[in-house]
């Protein structure tokens, strides 16, 4: 497997809520609760946001939630507002090599 | 506050080397295992190599096993990364990466560009 699929882009409008999906195997996501995500605005480098499946680090807001059902992680972002367009990416703990990453997702706030 | 700073990319040949280099201040670095992260232009994020806190852990990915060597002077907080056998699709942003505990990557360089 060479990377976690999520969907191209995912679209909501301001106050909204948004969830990105990141499907794995029991390989990876499955199979362990080690699964974090990441935003990436254009030309910059990527922000932690979520860590061990739920978990925020200090400053991120907490609009921004995670969870996991089965070898499927998601990214869920209430209260959608401008500065969260950006790309999102899931990545995973993977017992063959280390990391994988998902295909990355565009979030557009309409 | 973590600080991460890239250094040593730039234009190489196909079969070419580069070697990378991090700094990186405001931890204690010894305590961190550290990683590399390569982003293609247009492309997603792509993990290419990892090393523990002691530099005796090393891992790679399959796209670069063999051909590049992770490694760290604890002694003056610095990380490598030494690409050899150069293809054109290693052509990437390179970011330095720190390792939080475990198996995430809690803070980033800005990253460096490297074009073969």
């Known amino acids: 497997q060479s990377a976690l699929t999520q969907p191209a882009s995912v679209s909501g409008s301001p106050g909204q809520s948004i969830t990105i999906s990141c499907s794995g195997s029991?390989?990876?996501?499955?199979?362990?609760?080690?699964v974090s995500w990441y935003q990436q605005h254009p030309g910059k480098a990527p922000k932690l946001m979520i860590y061990?499946?739920?978990n925020r680090p200090s400053g991120v807001s907490n609009r921004f939630s995670g969870s996991k059902s089965g070898n499927t992680a998601s990214l869920t972002i209430s209260d959608l507002q401008g500065e969260d367009e950006a790309d999102y990416y899931c990545s995973s703990f993977i017992s063959t090599s280390l990391y994988i990453f998902g295909t990355g997702t565009k979030v557009t706030v309409l | 506050d973590v600080n991460l700073v890239e250094s040593g990319g730039g234009l190489a040949q196909p079969g070419g080397s580069l070697r990378l280099s991090c700094v990186a201040s405001g931890f204690t670095f010894s305590s961190y295992g550290m990683a590399w992260v390569r982003q293609a232009p247009g492309k997603g994020l792509e993990w290419a190599a990892a090393i523990g806190g002691s530099g005796h852990s090393k891992y790679y990915a399959d796209s670069v096993k063999g051909r590049f060597i992770i490694s760290r002077d604890n002694s003056k907080n610095r990380l490598f990364l030494q690409l050899n056998s150069l293809r054109a699709d290693d052509t990437a942003v390179y970011y330095c990466?720190?390792?939080?505990?475990?198996?995430?990557?809690?803070?980033w360089g800005k990253g460096i560009t490297v074009t073969v």
């Open positions: 029991t390989s990876d996501v499955g199979g362990y609760n080690l």
């Open positions: 061990d499946v739920t």
């Open positions: 990466v720190k390792e939080g505990h475990y198996y995430h990557m809690d803070a």
